[in-house]
């Protein structure tokens, strides 16, 4: 079943004001969504670990789990974008998240962790991203950058605010009822917002909203590129996502406070995701995202020399401004490299390798914790994969010049 976008005048469609609508669905949906998948969890970490007597690399691998779900799921998620409407995606997979989060509060095994955050990232993450963030997108002829960032700031701030605020409903009602409460709270919000995504209108006679022709480069060369480049930013990401609350625990013996300085880390990535967004608008997409990756790179290693929570306090949103623009780099350029038409599911099948990525990161940390009983190893290998994904970025920055060079000498 296709669905034909709503038809309008031109004037209609210069200045269509419901694109701010979706703009601010879509943040919502993916603060709530997203918030609580990619490191939702990492609140949860010491109380299961404490409760089961489970390893700690076994726990982070239930987030990994649901982040390779994600991954799986959004390239699936991403097809059907392309061809039915996003809002019964969406709303698919509001009713998913919020009943995995339901069935979490009486799990009793490892296994139905896994089972279900899977589940809950391949239906649930998979149809709140990758389609959202391709609608988004597709609302806008002009200042793409700074919509998508704006959309992916709500991620920013609910990747901030779900373990902060799972952090004190674990203290006061245990990991069970907070699950409860998480999915009680999705349910309540998520499906109504679904029901508010539309697509984007056309002129009569013409092309939808933000569906300019891209590419100079095939996308044979762009996909596998890109997608190496954000399994390298999203595997060096990860880290401090996931484990930066158990490390200030450690460092500090802070409990639910540990989870203040990831909340501060990400309202400053709200800001930091907003301007990367602005100057992707300026200076071109790629050369935003190898900015903020740059930025994230190089502050990475400082969280393992911090001693004390004012330390934490000063330190996190300093790196967060630039790790928040991250993201936005990878969106607005997965935009601008592919054509509109199957835009859902090439930013599907990119997001596949970003979210392998998170899932590596939040693994690996966990394992070389158990190995070494520290956090150095984990935050240095989040370093490295960052210089790997500068590297690839800058390779496909040249060859995209080259081929610019070469197609205007030809005119």
Request: proline share 5%; glycine share 14%; with cysteine.
């Amino acid at each position: 079943m296709s669905v034909q976008p709503m038809r309008q005048t031109p004037e209609q469609v210069t200045e269509p004001r419901y694109r701010w609508v979706i703009v601010s669905a879509a943040a919502l949906l993916l603060g709530i969504a997203m918030g609580t998948l990619v490191n939702g969890l990492s609140s949860f970490l010491v109380p299961l670990e404490n409760y089961f007597e489970w390893e700690r690399a076994d726990v982070a691998a239930i987030n990994s789990l649901g982040l390779i779900g994600i991954a799986l799921g959004g390239i699936v998620m991403g097809f059907l974008a392309d061809r039915i409407a996003t809002r019964i995606i969406c709303l698919i997979g509001a009713v998913t998240l919020s009943a995995v989060l339901l069935l979490a509060a009486q799990a009793t095994a490892l296994w139905q962790f896994y089972l279900l955050f899977f589940l809950g990232g391949a239906i649930g993450g998979g149809a709140l991203f990758a389609p959202v963030i391709a609608l988004v997108g597709g609302w806008f002829r002009t200042g793409a950058g700074l919509a998508i960032g704006v959309a992916s700031a709500g991620q920013g701030l609910g990747q901030g605010m779900v373990p902060f605020v799972s952090g004190h409903l674990i203290e006061a009602y245990g990991w069970q009822s907070a699950f409860g409460l998480l999915g009680l709270f999705s349910a309540l919000t998520l499906v109504p917002l679904a029901m508010l995504l539309r697509a984007p209108p056309v002129a009569a006679g013409g092309p939808a909203m933000g569906s300019e022709d891209a590419p100079l480069l095939s996308p044979r060369i762009v996909l596998p590129a890109l997608s190496l480049a954000v399994l390298g930013c999203c595997t060096g990401m990860a880290v401090p996502l996931m484990h930066l609350v158990p490390l200030v625990q450690g460092v500090t013996g802070a409990t639910a406070e540990a989870g203040g300085p990831l909340l501060i880390m990400l309202v400053a990535a709200i800001f930091g995701r907003v301007f990367f967004g602005k100057l992707s608008d300026i200076i071109g997409p790629i050369r935003a995202w190898m900015a903020a990756t740059a930025w994230q790179t190089v502050f990475m290693l400082g969280f393992v020399m911090l001693g004390s929570m004012t330390a934490f306090w000063i330190y996190a949103p300093i790196y967060g401004f630039g790790y928040g623009g991250v993201m936005t780099g990878v969106l607005v350029t997965v935009r601008m490299l592919t054509p509109a038409a199957r835009r859902a599911s090439a930013t599907g099948f990119v997001l596949a390798f970003a979210w392998m990525g998170h899932a590596l990161g939040g693994w690996q940390g966990g394992l070389l914790f158990d190995l070494t009983g520290a956090y150095y190893w984990t935050y240095t290998n989040a370093a490295i994969a960052g210089l790997i994904n500068l590297i690839v970025m800058g390779s496909i920055y040249m060859t995209l010049k080259r081929r610019r060079l070469a197609v205007a000498s030809a005119a």
